[in-house]
């Protein structure tokens, strides 16, 4: 992974960044100077191209402000993979301080990709947040945020490759002004020192996002990384499938030299159920949280016994360290331990911290939970087996799943990883296979998850576990027992995506050609008279009634959408039931059973579950992701109009004509009115169900 700077007049930048290693011109900007190896550092001169000043030192609260010169060149420069996180800026240009003003600019290092867009979202002084937005995103100059300060300038630049020079940058150095493409900048001008923390330069840090959201697929990112400037493969030379594994609310920052393929692999030892493989193209396989073999060996295709070994524990170091950048301390590199059980006895006299790092921004829970299935995994791989099987009808390569079956009971419910493979003559072929730890979260057995089940056909075992947790879950909390519908579009195939959970009735029908995609949902079209689903469903005969009713969806869109994303929209004398996630006014709009206009709330993320509760005829409910945002308020009822409730648009009365939204539907439901207590449980019965499929 390499970094160079867009070149400017005739001159080039040094280029000092992940290995690449190039001599510098005469910069008329700074001083340089040999070092060892060939390699040249250059001092920043002071403003305007004048003598250089002395050289800058470190402070604990910042950059002492008399300091008027200071340089990056021979750090290393973080690469922002992409998410949402905390990152610690450099100063790279001035600072230039007059009359206790001081003028400088901050880098916060280079995206993967520079075509993206990027937005900030916080800046801190000295771990003391000075602006922020709230939470919003897109936002890229001072105005979209508050400053919880005095009000100072500042300029955003999201790192791209063609952003231009900032003024103050131009007004110091002129024709050799350059824009540091295609790092993420902030330029301060004329920040009045006096009001900073400790009265000098402050140490300052930025939540950047970008574009991709603030939740990370790890396997996005991988393939986002392979097709950066800074690696350069291609997707014919790369790609991953099936990874379910995400990062909530964060991101990767690399920050130390690295090579592609050896952080790949870093990442799979804390991942055993990748397979990282290299034939037509590097491919990073997922074989999911539930692992079934893809081969069974017995004696009808093995020409000789199965050969077991075990190594002694003390071939293993007693604890695995991971450390990851985590976001509850204030983005600080801390560890989690796994430990081999010592109690009540000692067991082993395997000694040692085992220590590993990840670039990555991830909490606490979620570090300790694939430090602590590492660990036991490895504990797991001492065992392994050897043999030689017939080659007819088999294929076994490094990464395969082996079971064996019908030699004793040692190997019961066991599966093995192919770790090596000779090919030999007679058409044999000699494999080693280390045991292979499946671990899987309980799946909850019921009569109406089983009835479902038997409806479906083509789902694989993570997706059938994962609609038992969410069916018998949903039972349980006396949820289930309120619906007349509830549709899962995220699933891996369309016909079951049509299925309504809870009966055969109210089945979909996909009408003007949905866009549907496997474990996302339906996309509607904005502003369609045509494109929605129907789920031949007028409300008759049903738990949904005029008094007592909901509906709710799941929206994998967070953007804004002019139209309804689910619902009946009435004419005169009639009820709307509607949900509109997030309109162009950045608001939510809940209606239900409702004959006038329900108060709205402000919203600028369209991404969630909301579900919209009529009780008692009387009072309305609005929530999104379990939480009550609008109300309960009283609310004139009346009955809708009849018309086949829609999803990716609102059905509206005789006369008028649907109007689609652009919004991407995951789930959605009806039913009879639910309590808050449902409408949480409800949410996050749907929230596990999302994550066991990979969905952010």
């Known amino acids: 992974m390499g970094y160079a700077d867009e070149p400017y007049n005739t001159t080039t930048h040094l280029l ?22 060939g390699w040249w550092s250059g001092v920043l001169k002071g403003g305007g191209g004048s003598a ?37 800026g450099e100063i790279i240009a001035g600072p230039w301080v007059s009359g206790g003003l001081a003028s400088f600019c901050i880098s916060f290092g280079v995206p993967a990709d520079p075509s993206g867009s990027r937005d900030i979202r916080e800046i801190a002084f000295d771990s003391e947040v000075v602006w922020d937005t709230g939470g919003a995103s897109g936002v890229t100059t001072s105005a979209g945020g508050t400053f919880r300060t005095e009000s100072f300038t500042f300029r955003f630049y999201g790192g791209t490759l063609t952003q231009a020079a900032d003024a103050l940058e131009i007004s110091n150095f002129g024709a050799n002004a350059v824009a540091y493409r295609p790092q993420i900048l902030v330029w301060f001008e004329n920040l009045p020192l006096a009001g900073t923390k400790f009265g000098k330069i402050p140490y300052v840090s930025a939540v950047i996002g970008d574009s991709s959201g603030d939740d990370v697929n790890l396997g996005e990112a991988f393939e986002r990384l392979a097709y950066s400037p800074w690696v350069g493969y291609t997707s014919a030379e790369f790609e991953t499938s099936g990874i379910t594994d995400g990062l909530v609310g964060g991101g990767f920052i690399i920050a130390s030299q690295a090579e592609f393929l050896a952080t790949i692999q870093q990442f799979g030892r804390f991942y055993p159920q990748w397979d990282i493989l290299q034939t037509d193209k590097l491919r990073i396989v997922d074989r999911g949280s539930i692992v079934s073999p893809d081969i069974i060996l017995d004696a009808t295709t093995l020409t000789d016994k199965i050969v077991t070994t075990r190594q002694g524990q003390d071939t293993l170091k007693k604890d695995l360290e991971l450390s990851t950048i985590d976001p509850d301390a204030d983005y600080t590199i801390v560890p989690s331990l796994a430990q081999r059980p010592r109690d009540p006895v000692t067991v082993t006299t395997s000694v040692g911290v085992d220590k590993a790092f990840l670039p990555v921004i991830m909490d ?8 602590t299935f590492a660990k036991y995994h490895e504990e797991t791989a001492r065992k392994s087996i050897s043999g030689t099987a017939m080659a007819y009808g088999l294929e076994i390569e490094p990464g395969d799943l082996v079971g064996v079956d019908g030699l004793g009971d040692i190997f019961n419910n066991e599966t093995f990883k192919v770790v090596e493979t000779l090919h030999g003559a007679n058409n044999v072929v000699e494999f080693t296979a ?17 009835a479902f089940l038997a409806r479906t056909s083509g789902l694989g075992i993570a997706h059938r576990n994962a609609y038992g947790n969410l069916i018998c879950g949903l039972v349980a909390d006396g949820v289930w027992a309120k619906l007349d519908a509830l549709y899962v579009f995220a699933t891996q195939n369309q016909t079951t995506a049509n299925l309504n959970l809870k009966s055969t009735s109210f089945g979909i029908s ?15 079209t904005e502003s369609s008279t045509s494109v929605h689903l129907d789920t031949n469903s007028s409300f008759a005969s049903s738990l949904f009634t005029t008094n007592n009713a909901h509906i709710s969806l799941w929206n994998n869109y967070s953007g804004q959408s002019d139209g309804l994303a689910m619902g009946e929209y009435g004419g005169p004398g009639s009820g709307s039931v509607a949900i509109a996630p997030r309109t162009t006014s950045d608001e939510t709009h809940f209606f ?51 018309g086949p409730l829609f999803v990716l648009a609102a059905n509206a009365y005789p ?16 039913g009879g009115a639910l309590t808050a207590t449902d409408a949480l449980n409800f949410y996050s019965r749907l929230r596990a169900y999302m994550t066991a499929i990979g969905l952010p």
């Open 510 to 524: 996909a009408l003007g050609s949905p866009t549907w995609t496997a474990d996302q949902g339906y996309t509607g």
């Open 655 to 670: 006369g008028s004509s649907a109007q689609g939204s652009r919004d991407q539907i995951s789930a959605a439901s009806f």
């Open 16 to 37: 000092w960044f992940m290995g690449a290693n190039v001599a510098p011109d005469a910069d008329p900007r700074y001083t340089w100077t040999p070092t060892s190896g």
């Open 434 to 450: 280390t045991a292979f730890m499946d671990c899987q979260i309980p799946v909850l057995s019921c009569a109406e998850a089983t």
């Open 592 to 642: 239900i059973n409702s004959s006038g206009v329900p108060p709205f709330v402000g919203n600028t993320n369209g991404r969630g579950h909301y579900l919209a509760n009529k009780s008692a005829g009387t009072t309305l409910t609005g929530y999104k992701n379990g939480a009550a945002v609008v109300g309960p308020v009283a609310d004139a009822t009346s009955d809708p109009w009849g």
């Open 52 to 88: 250089p000043g002395p050289a800058a030192t470190a402070a604990s609260t910042g950059v002492n402000p008399t300091e008027t010169s200071y340089s990056l060149y021979g750090h290393t420069i973080p690469l922002s993979v992409f998410g949402f996180g905390r990152i610690g």
């Open 364 to 371: 606490a829970p979620t570090r300790i939970a694939i430090c």
